[in-house]
């Protein structure tokens, strides 16, 4: 395999995997609503005041932070821009809430860290509550959500108010898994993940490359060693 083949091949593969794009995205994303709003700006509650034992004060600027995700363009499969605004009134279009545990406290199946349960009325939404759990149990113990696990949950269970459903990208912040990454932040995977595929991809490129020459160099060498064997 000569230089030119294996920069083709990386190419190829890196177009492939690159996420939303390529032979292995999406045909048609998923989706609830194309517009389920029919006015902006989008107002949000957060309720800080029936909380759970275990609610921490960090979670609104998680929910902040998840607005400006969906407000920057947020995975790229919206075909409109929210615009929100925080609110200090429970009639809001979004009203935000936390509870100990989904399963304990709503009767959720297990596994479930949040859902969003909107109104509809002529197509479109009038309004929506997003319900999460600030912990769950792991084996016999109970684990508390930190931050950017929670900042995943909302911003997964806002992108469903604002119309999307469920997607079959694993690096798609719509896909549906509630694991405990504390210390990986899912959104910051899916913004570099085309660069590590590339700086992968990129090395085993340079490897093969650099194994085949050897192994060019190798034959060339045993055939010169055959050669002046011979003559002796």
Known sequence: ???????????????????????????????????????SPITIYID?????PHYSPSYPATVVRAIEYWENGGNG????????????????????????????????????????R??????????????????????????????????????????HALGLAHSNDIRDIMYPTYEQRENLNPILVETTYPFIVIAILTAIGISGYLAAGWLRYHKRRQKLENELLNEK
């Open 1 to 39: 395999m000569n230089i030119r083949t294996t920069i083709i091949a990386i190419l190829l593969i890196i177009t492939l995997a690159a996420p939303g794009g390529g032979l292995l995205g999406e045909k048609e994303y998923p989706k609830f609503l194309e517009e389920p709003w029919d006015h």
């Open 48 to 52: 800080e005041q029936n909380i759970p």
């Open 77 to 116: 499969k919206l075909s409109y821009t929210p615009v929100f605004e925080l609110v200090n009134t429970s009639d809001a279009d979004i009203y935000i809430m936390w509870v100990e545990n989904m399963e304990d406290v709503t009767g959720a199946e297990d596994g479930v860290a949040g859902f969003c």
């Open 118 to 159: 909107p109104m509809i009325a002529n197509g479109r939404y009038v309004h929506a509550d997003l319900v999460l759990e600030v912990g769950d149990y792991k084996g016999f113990s109970w684990q508390q959500y930190g931050d950017a696990n929670m900042e995943q949950l909302v911003t997964h269970e806002l992108g």
